[in-house]
């Protein structure tokens, strides 16, 4: 998944998903709990590969595991192209109103606006592009 897009939350929590997204999601996705303060957007398939490594982890690690699963959401869109962003998981991530949706490779995350400018910030300086480029031994 590719991009990064602004939209807002509605008074209900729900979110509009971006169409070029929404392809990549499929009906039926899964909203949970990323390690920085955001949200992490898996599709199905997605999700499905993450559940089988976690299945095929020793019982003592799965357990570390739990914060994930138990604050995901199985989310599905309505006819906008919306999805309802449960309130732990927009409290979480400290959502108020604008949601930066940004994609990341196989799954999507969404911010508040307001820290992922933060993020970007620092994220795109010519020397921390010139590290990820150096990782990727380009």
């Keep these: 998944m590719t991009g990064e897009y602004q939209h807002s939350l509605d008074n209900k929590g729900r979110l509009f ?6 392809e990549e999601l499929g009906e ?3 909203i949970t709990l990323s390690m920085d303060r955001c949200l992490c957007v898996y599709s199905g398939e997605a999700w499905q590969a993450l559940s089988d490594k976690v299945n095929a ?3 003592i690690k799965q357990r570390k595991m739990r914060p994930l699963f138990a604050h995901a959401a199985r989310c599905e869109l309505d006819a906008q ?8 998981l927009r409290d ?3 959502f108020t109103k604008n949601v930066t949706v940004v994609g990341c490779n196989n799954h999507a995350e969404l911010w508040d606006s307001e820290a992922w400018s ?3 910030a620092a994220e795109t300086s010519p020397e921390n592009i010139a590290a990820v480029m150096e990782e990727l031994d380009f």
Aim: charged residues 10%.
């Design 17 to 22: 998903i971006p169409a070029k997204l929404r």
């Design 28 to 30: 039926v996705f899964f």
């Design 57 to 59: 982890m020793p019982y």
């Design 81 to 88: 192209g919306r999805t309802l962003i449960p309130q732990n």
């Design 92 to 94: 979480y991530a400290g």
């Design 118 to 120: 933060a993020v970007y």
